[in-house]
């Protein structure tokens, strides 16, 4: 979580957003309802896997996303938990140039 927080937080350059978002109430970002529904569908991907099911993938269609945005989304908040696992699996530290600070 820490390289990928760093990450959107030098991206966005909008620290209300990255607290916000990183925080303990994600969904209460001021963002587009389809875009919230996406970080909703993450938090549940990512906390609770087993649990998707098809009115899962419907409430993003009702969005606006395709088969196609759905799979890559998928993917990309798969691979965002694995690869965050595997930093804090193997205690791989921050890179100075995304310290928390910066």
Avoid: C
């Avoid at 937080?9 to 916000?20: N, S, V």
């Amino acid at each position: 979580m820490k390289h990928h927080g760093a990450w959107l937080r030098k991206l966005t350059q909008d620290e209300e957003f990255f607290e916000t978002v990183s925080g303990p109430e994600p969904l209460s970002a001021q963002v587009a309802d389809a875009d919230k529904a996406l970080i909703a569908f993450s938090l549940k991907l990512t906390r609770e896997p087993a649990s998707i099911g098809p009115e899962d993938i419907d409430e993003l269609r009702r969005h606006g996303f395709n088969d196609r945005a759905i799979h890559d989304a998928v993917q990309v908040i798969s691979y965002f938990a694995y690869v965050n696992r595997v930093a804090d699996g193997l205690g791989v530290e921050l890179e100075e140039r995304f310290g928390e600070t910066d």
